[in-house]
């Protein structure tokens, strides 16, 4: 066979710079190789953390709610497959009705009643002189500890404490609030809604700030009143900020326990008992934390859905989440 290159040719095929993309392109590879490698090792810690912490822990808890487990010894932990999730929603149980129905409404309740109180006294605020004291006021109850809240509202909500006492003094008949299985729950949601307004009211009045003057004094000069310029401005420019606010507080709601086992310890009967206080009973008071688990993936789709619902309407009203 008869070589057809040219010594010329032959050379400038072996020379250095005719390899040198393939050569550029190996030591770049190494390079972005030594790179992650560094960079996985500074994420090392915080990746052990999050898998000891929360990958275990999670794991662990999906194993227990397909078993049977008495919280002592691991060798006694016992398959059961998906019998503690047809527990939870069989005959005669009170998961479903009334304990994850209290659930949901103690959620929506204070929802509404934190998200309605902290729109009006953020717009207040933020039409008022010194805003950061009002602010400071407001945000007091959010530092306070749950079972201070929760022990002060109890007192208050007694037959002889300061909320009956103003009914009597307005010529109305004393409230039995945490006796009564009709009251019960809107009482303990009433505190719930008023201990969570203050870290609300910084979230709308940071928003509210946000919103250019120009758009107000746009509608000043066509004419528009106070209800207009805040249905019309105010309200949708604020969409981000009561996105935030909805989210946050159900899922607070629909996670609350430590208030309602002080205020009620989930009585009378089961008029305030929540899916949290009911994982509590069953785990540490029956011993049962197959069935405790169970109710903890329960209420995480339970959370898992209503997240998405909110967001699709937020987006669904023109507003990007």
């Known amino acids: 066979m008869v070589n057809t290159l040219t010594p010329e040719t032959t050379e400038r095929a072996h020379s250095p710079r ?29 990746l052990l953390f999050f898998a000891v912490f929360l990958i275990l822990p999670l794991g662990f808890a999906l194993l227990l709610s397909t078993s049977r487990w008495a ?5 006694d932990i016992d398959p059961v497959g998906l019998d503690n999730f047809t527990g939870l929603f069989a005959d005669g149980s009170t998961f ?9 409404l103690f959620a929506l ?8 109180g902290s729109v009006l006294v953020a717009t207040c ?5 010194f805003q950061g004291l009002w602010r400071t006021l407001y945000f007091l109850p959010i530092v306070t500890t749950v079972v201070a809240v929760g022990n002060v509202w109890k007192y208050m909500y007694e037959p002889g404490g300061l909320v009956n006492g103003v009914l009597n003094a307005l010529g109305l008949g004393s409230v039995a609030f945490l006796q009564d299985p009709d009251t019960a729950l809107p ?16 979230i709308l009045t940071a928003g509210l700030k946000s919103i250019p003057e120009s758009y107000y004094e746009a509608a000043a000069l066509d004419g528009a009143g106070p209800g207009t310029v805040f249905w019309k401005i105010t309200l949708p420019l604020l969409r981000p900020s009561l996105l935030f606010v909805c989210i946050t507080q159900f899922l607070t709601g629909l996670q609350s326990f430590a208030l309602i086992i002080v205020m009620t310890k989930g009585g009378p009967g089961d008029a305030t008992n929540v899916a949290a206080l009911e994982m509590y009973r ?10 405790a688990s169970a109710a903890a993936f329960v209420l995480f789709v339970v959370v898992l859905v209503v997240t998405l619902v909110q967001l699709w309407i937020f987006r669904r009203k023109g507003e990007d989440a």
């Open 18 to 46: 005719s390899a040198g993309p393939a050569v550029d392109g190996r030591a770049h590879t190494r390079r972005r190789g030594h790179q992650a490698v560094v960079a996985y090792l500074f994420l090392a810690p915080a």
């Open 71 to 75: 919280g002592f010894d691991l060798g």
């Open 96 to 104: 479903l009705t009334p304990i994850l129905t209290n659930t949901l």
């Open 109 to 116: 309740g204070t929802v509404a009643l934190a998200l309605a």
């Open 125 to 129: 605020i933020d039409n008022l002189r």
């Open 187 to 202: 009482s303990v949601v009433v505190v719930q809604a008023w201990a969570s307004v203050g870290s609300a009211i910084l």
């Open 282 to 291: 069953q785990a540490f008071s029956y011993g049962d934390w197959g069935t």
